[in-house]
């Protein structure tokens, strides 16, 4: 069975300063994993995947997440953040299952002080 | 932005009564899924359908049902709805289903069940 952990439900960051949003997995075989962007009242977004080639990430928006297996951790930053960053974000992991069934984190929601 | 529509996008309806969730993809994908979204829960999957007639529960499949009979259309069906399935739906599709294959989301339908 799969599972993921996003260890912070909100995160409050000042304009221009770095974001750290936290997610720790749990997988039986070598997944792939994404990060999602959540906008209010809106569908989801792919912000950028891993799938088992460089360990560091880049996608878009300027964010970008670090593979680590050891800590079985799926990190997502982003140097300085920005008002239109405000939103929900969702750690998601994908194993080998039938169907490429994704399943969520918690989700984290982003505040974005001026 | 992925083909993806959802109807309808606001449904109010009672305890008891049957509900039909229509998506709708003009991307050709084989693969299409239904999730619910609940706070702290993140996205759940429904079933999902991996081409036309067949179709594979989810994580939280009891007291919904799903119909595709063509490519483009995935149908998503409240027998009896309760109370406990007011939520948001969303209709993912993906084009081969496989490991690090990414979803794409459609705007979600905001059912409430009185």
């Known amino acids: 069975a799969q599972s993921v952990t996003q260890l912070d439900s909100h995160v409050s960051v000042s304009e221009g300063t770095p974001v750290l949003l936290r997610c720790n997995y749990s997988s039986s075989y070598s997944p792939s994993l994404f990060w999602y962007v959540q906008h209010p009242n809106k569908g989801l977004q792919l912000l950028l995947k891993y799938t088992s080639a460089a360990t560091l990430v880049k996608g878009i928006n300027g964010f970008e997440a670090e593979f680590k297996k050891s800590e079985t951790s799926f990190h997502l930053t982003k140097p300085s953040a920005h008002m239109s960053d405000a939103a929900e974000y969702f750690c998601?992991?994908?194993?080998?299952?039938?169907?490429?069934?994704?399943?969520f984190g918690g989700g984290t929601r982003v505040l974005v002080k001026p | 932005d992925a083909g993806i529509t959802q109807s309808p996008r606001h449904k109010v309806t009672e305890t008891g009564t049957p509900v039909t969730l229509r998506c709708h993809q003009t991307e050709n994908h084989r693969y299409m899924y239904w999730y619910r979204q609940d706070p702290g829960h993140g996205l759940r999957l429904i079933h999902y359908s991996y081409g036309v007639k067949d179709t594979d529960k989810g994580e939280v499949s009891d007291g919904y049902s799903v119909s595709r009979s063509k490519t483009e259309d995935f149908l998503l069906t409240l027998e009896s709805a309760t109370s406990s399935q007011t939520s948001v739906y969303f209709c993912?599709?993906?084009?081969?289903?496989?490991?690090?294959?990414?979803?794409?989301f459609g705007p979600g339908t905001r059912l409430t069940v009185l």
């Open positions: 993912a599709i993906s084009g081969y289903g496989g490991l690090g294959d990414e979803q794409f």
């Open positions: 998601v992991v994908s194993d080998m299952s039938p169907g490429n069934k994704l399943t």
